[in-house]
């Protein structure tokens, strides 16, 4: 399998954005440790504790940005611990020169007696107190009053007569019952509905096996209530072909083990309707069955309530519970949960699992963000979305960042409700939950410092984006050189065309972060870039990465492979600043290491791309117009063989691979025919009407390979060899 290592290895050197973690052999790299000092991926802060209230969580996260931690942040004016008005601090942490319960009549106050308690004369609004509904004595407008605010007892909440009400022993208005009394379980409910004939209203009645609030079958209760749907039940259930298991005609998954199909066939018409599969097969035994084959991940298994292939019995079934959390109504933007400016909402979504949430935007908000946060590593990557809760998508962050997605939210309207939409793009295995954390605050993301507020600093990150901050971590104290300081875009080392830059870079282990080093360029209209990184010596422990961002934070392109020197090489991006993270890779934990290496960037004046193949090293922006590459969008309808820029051109439905774990290939960066929609082969034939060949990648697996168009090279071949004889990629 080194070949297949590294063939996926090179795969995602070039198609991830989530750089560094996933470009080299890092698999002997521990994972994040809260409270060892050191800052590493997913945190936001760590000072050598796990203790909260000290500026740094429990969870390694910036504590002080939030109104009403009680920390007075650079944005507030005072924050005394709570989001109530009226108590010097607004809920919003300005502060109040006036309010009730200071011992004067302010504003729209009525009165003011130097406290915020109710019936004294004056209420904890200061308004003045008089007659009330409540009190038991008849006043003003009232008809009745019972001394309490409680309606169905013959005043009602507002002290009107109440002429009948459900207690009352007489079936009134919308009641379809009433017995006297205002208790449920007695056949009449406390709201005087008939019980134990209501199926499908949530809540299980008498004679009734399970209530799920709906009267479909197939979803774990049945149509009429009477089952749960669970194999071994004495009921043949939606998707049962027989019930219960008895070891020699009905198997443990409840269907029939004799007699399902009599003749090995794909598509055969003996298991067309079987909620097992389309495969009449052996599944490598020596009785035939209707099942599904795991090779082909959950392809065979179509029907609904039965989309997962258990590849321990070779049947399709429903899919594991995942996603659950607090928020688990939350399915849809009709059904999305209310999240306040200033929570922290700690959720966990999967492969099954719509996470959707809304927010007022408030009246005096600025800088308003809403970022969603997870654990870094290196396969993980959710993407984030503001709706205007009717469909159209108003902000969205479909980055290939593998820890955060942050939104800001310029130009929303005040008063005005917003969803948000949290998807988990790729992560762990079907049906494994990917915690993350939304954020809804006054913030601001940033890549420069000019991008924050007031004196606010921009802290650097390798994925480009950060939160403004007033103070920014120490550096990592090493490979200092030439530039010196250059450990943020803001303090970006200048490049020179043709002048070459030798600096020096370190991993920081064991104790400090790694070295960060940035550098600028401008190019103007039409020009082309040739920026290489020539790592002095080599080091076995490790290697230099490049990206390249613009002035907004956004990654352009990237050379993150195993090989010195790295090169990128673009033409086609507008005019503009742009910014070069390099940083020193490192696969060995424990044991410092450092070294030097010449950045040089070459410019050269033109006039932009001239087609697709000057654009198709770049990230996301493989199309060519007018002299500028952009995104191109294949609205998720490309097939097999056809040119993308990324994933989200590709049709989900026909195109993949399980090599990979994507939807579109760039196996040469040079050539836009290899920019495509790949998908898996066992042999040429698989790959013919598409104008490829299969490139077998593991003779030992199925599927085998993919499909690559033919090469000329080995740069064609994504990590194999080409036979330019044949145009095929080998092993």
């Known amino acids: 399998m080194k070949t297949q290592h590294i063939f996926r290895f090179f795969i995602i050197a070039i198609v991830t954005v989530g750089l560094f973690s996933s470009c080299d052999d890092d698999s002997s790299q521990p994972g994040s440790v809260c409270g060892n000092g050191i800052l590493e991926d997913g945190e936001q802060c760590d000072d050598g504790n796990t203790l909260g209230s000290d500026g740094c969580s429990t969870n390694c996260f910036l504590e002080g940005l939030i109104c009403g931690d009680g920390i007075v942040s650079i944005s507030e004016e005072c924050d005394d611990g709570n989001n109530f008005d009226g108590d010097g601090c607004s809920a919003t942490c300005t502060n109040e ?22 019936d004294d004369g004056c209420s904890a609004t200061c308004m003045n107190e008089g007659p009330y509904c409540g009190d038991g004595v008849v006043n003003g407008t009232e008809q009745c009053d ?29 009641e379809q019952c009433d017995d006297g009394n205002n208790v449920s379980g007695d056949g009449c409910s406390a709201t005087c509905m008939n019980e134990g ?47 219960p298991p008895n070891g020699t005609s009905c198997d443990s998954s409840c269907h029939s083990i004799a007699g399902e199909c009599d003749q090995a066939d794909t598509y055969d018409t003996d298991c067309s309707d079987a909620t097992t599969g389309q495969w009449c097969w052996s599944g490598g035994g020596s009785t035939l069955f209707c099942g599904c084959d795991p090779d082909f991940d959950n392809d065979d298994c179509w029907l609904t309530g039965y989309e997962v292939c258990n590849p321990a019995t070779n049947r399709c079934e429903p899919a594991p519970p995942c996603g659950i959390d607090s928020y688990e109504s939350n399915e849809d933007e009709a059904s999305a949960a209310l999240v306040l400016v200033g929570d922290n909402v700690s959720a966990v ?18 800088n308003l963000i809403i970022g969603a946060f997870w654990v870094d590593d290196g396969g993980t990557d959710m993407d984030l979305y503001v709706t205007d809760c009717a469909g159209g998508v108003l902000f969205s962050g479909e980055t290939e960042e593998v820890d955060n997605e942050i939104l800001n939210l310029d130009g929303i309207t005040p008063g005005v409700t917003y969803c948000v939409y949290v998807s988990l793009y790729s992560g762990p295995v079907y049906g494994t939950d990917a915690v993350y954390e939304l954020l809804l605050r006054e913030d601001k993301a940033c890549f420069l410092d000019s991008d924050c507020p007031g004196t606010g600093i921009c802290p650097a990150t390798a994925n480009g984006m950060a939160l403004c901050a007033n103070s920014v971590q120490g550096t990592a104290g090493c490979g200092d050189d030439v530039a010196g300081d250059n450990d943020r875009p803001s303090l970006a080392q200048v490049l020179v065309s043709g002048v070459t830059v030798t600096e020096g870079s370190c991993d920081g282990n064991p104790s400090n972060p790694a070295d960060l080093d940035w550098f600028m360029f401008t190019l103007n209209a039409g020009d082309a870039f040739d920026l290489t990184v020539d790592q002095a010596s080599g080091m076995a422990a490790g ?24 090169i ?3 033409t086609g991006l507008p005019a503009g600043d742009y910014y070069v993270a390099v940083v020193y890779y490192d696969n060995d ?22 087609d697709r193949d000057d654009c198709s090293a770049l990230l996301g922006h493989g199309e060519c117009n007018a002299g500028l590459c952009e995104d191109f969008d294949g609205a998720a309808s490309q097939g097999p063989g056809e040119f993308c820029d990324n994933d989200e051109d590709c049709d989900p439905a026909s195109t993949g691979s399980s090599f990979i774990s994507a939807l579109c290939f760039t196996a040469d960066p040079t050539r836009a025919s290899d920019n ?56």
């Open 146 to 174: 019972d001394g309490n605010n409680v309606s169905g007892d013959g005043c009602s909440a507002t002290c009107m007569n109440e002429t009948t009400y459900c207690g009352d022993g007489v079936v009134n208005g919308t």
């Open 676 to 731: 495509v929609c790949v998908v898996d082969c066992d042999t040429d034939t698989d790959c013919a009407s598409y104008g490829m060949h299969c490139a077998i990648v593991d003779p030992g697996y199925t599927p085998a390979g993919i499909c690559l168009a033919p090469c000329t090279s080995d740069d064609g071949c994504g990590g194999l060899t080409c036979n330019t004889g044949t145009g095929i990629c080998e092993l």
């Open 97 to 118: 020169t006036a309010y009730c319960g200071d011992g004067v009549v302010n504003g729209t106050e009525q009165c003011d007696d130097g406290n915020n308690v109710s």
């Open 568 to 570: 990128i090489s673009a």
């Open 349 to 366: 979504t999967c492969s099954d699992d719509d996470d959707w949430y809304q927010f007022v935007a408030p009246a005096d908000a600025t």
């Open 543 to 566: 290697d230099m990465d490049v990206v390249v961002f613009d002035a907004s934070g956004l990654a352009w392109a990237v050379a993150a492979t195993v090989n010195n020197p790295e």
């Open 197 to 243: 004939t209501s199926c499908g209203d949530g809540t299980v009645d008498f004679g009734e096996e399970c209530d799920d609030g709906n009267n479909i079958s197939g979803d774990g209760c049945s149509a009429d209530c009477q089952s749960d749907e669970s194999c071994g039940n004495y009921i043949v259930d939606v998707g049962e072909q027989c019930d």
């Open 589 to 610: 934990t424990l044991t410092p290491a450092s070294t030097s290496y010449d950045i040089t960037v070459v410019i050269t004046s033109g006039t932009g791309c001239v």
